[in-house]
């Protein structure tokens, strides 16, 4: 069967005519079935969406639902909380504590340093947030009971019946210490269900750690208490032994003390010749007027001579002619003066000694460090947990976000 196509004005169309004609043709063809198909692609997926029911259902259980029960548990149902803050640091006391030893008595060696601030600072933040400290404090408070009590919510309720390692780390959660790195203060944050129990957790707390760091160093001032006892003791002991071996050289020589008595002898000396000396002119002077046997002028010569006796006899006495008087003051002499610069300084040392030993015991008896407060505890106005409206919106945005996510997977397994 042949096809005859010909032109408007009726002429037969040539071999290239046809061609572009039949050309055309297909196209239009082509366009027109794409078109159908688009149509029926879309009525397809229409179709398909409307019949999905794991759409609706993922809807309720991921979006729905969740933000439902956030809304209303931290809207009606979560339980206020109130936070406590303090800031303090840790400062020695003035003065401290003071060890007698041989080598050096009053030396500092007290128990506080830089470096063990830094190291009690430490030790108090792992103090607080330790069982220790949870032990201590329920000697005075209801610890546990505090955050156990039946108004509280249940998510936020600790179950009293839970050993006390769970509550440590239920504690860990309520109570927060930090320290900055720069300036030592440390950070305390203290979360309860009631604003007066978080104040008074805080203060014991506070109490308690300060209480600790002050028994750390209750050992060391004890030995320093006991060292500088030992050493008073020694000290005590030297003095006292030679003082008896001062005592006894006394008794075995004769005499009170060598020095003491040469002195005074050289003063009665000093003495004499001066009464000597004005009897002389005395003497001279009554010769101009007096004749030699005038009775004031023998005696003024008697006088004289009695006086030149007592002088040659006391010098007698302390350089005596004799060889072994001489060696025997001699040798006392000499002993006198070593045990008396011995006494003498067994008497320094002693005083030093004993000086050291009271300051110790005064320093022992009292605090070493105290705990300087930044920010005092105060009681709460008003809960700071839980954020109600932030919370809220962040389980509504996050269930929308995973609403999200969870179509656009069922579209690529569908």
């Not at 839980?386 to 809220?392: A, E, I, N, Q, S």
Request: charged share 25%.
């Amino acid at each position: 069967m042949t096809i005859d196509i010909r032109n408007p004005q009726g002429q037969p169309l040539s071999t290239a005519d046809r061609s572009n004609a039949v050309a055309e043709s297909l196209k239009q063809v082509a366009r027109v079935s794409r078109f159908v198909d688009r149509k029926k692609g879309i009525r397809s997926y229409q179709t398909h969406v409307k019949r999905d029911v794991v759409i609706p259902i993922l809807f309720v259980f991921v979006f729905l639902i969740p933000a439902v029960l956030g809304a209303l548990y931290y809207g009606v149902i979560a339980s206020d909380q109130y936070e406590t803050h303090a800031r303090f640091a840790l400062r020695p006391a003035l003065g401290n504590v003071e060890k007698a030893s041989p080598d050096q008595v009053g030396t500092n060696n007290g128990t506080s340093s830089s470096l063990m601030v830094v190291q009690d600072s430490l030790l108090v933040m792992n103090y607080i947030s330790s069982r220790p400290m949870i032990e201590a404090l329920e000697a005075t408070l209801p610890v546990r009971q505090m955050f156990a009590r039946d108004d509280i919510d249940y998510l936020s309720r600790f179950n009293i019946d839970k050993p006390i390692e769970r509550f440590l780390k239920y504690w860990n959660r309520r109570v927060e210490i930090e320290i900055e790195t720069n300036s030592g203060i440390l950070a305390l944050s203290v979360t309860a269900f009631d604003a007066a129990e978080s104040l008074a957790l805080t203060q014991a707390i506070l109490a308690e750690s300060e209480r600790m760091v002050n028994a750390l160093s209750v050992k060391a001032r004890e030995d320093a208490v006991a060292e500088s006892a030992r050493e008073l003791k020694l000290a005590e002991e030297r003095m006292t032994k030679i003082r008896i071996e001062v005592a006894a050289l006394r008794n075995r020589e004769g005499v009170l003390d060598a020095q003491k008595t040469n002195e005074a002898n050289l003063k009665v000396i000093g003495d004499l010749r001066t009464a000597r000396i004005n009897l002389a002119v005395q003497l001279s002077l009554g010769q101009r007027d007096l004749g030699p046997e005038s009775r004031r002028i023998q005696d003024i010569k008697s006088q004289i001579r009695d006086l030149d006796d007592n002088i040659a006899r006391i010098e007698q006495q302390s350089t005596s002619v004799a060889p072994e008087r001489r060696r025997i003051l001699a040798d006392a002499l000499t002993r006198f003066e070593a045990l008396d610069n011995d006494r003498k300084d067994a008497e320094k040392y002693y005083a030093k000694v004993l000086a050291a030993y009271e300051r110790s015991r005064i320093v022992a008896s009292r605090q070493v460090e105290f705990f300087t407060t930044v920010v005092e505890p105060v009681m709460a106005q008003s809960a700071q947990q839980p954020r109600r409206l932030l919370m809220t919106s962040l389980i509504v945005a996050g269930a929308g976000i995973a609403f999200s996510l969870s179509v656009f997977a069922r579209k690529q397994m569908v």
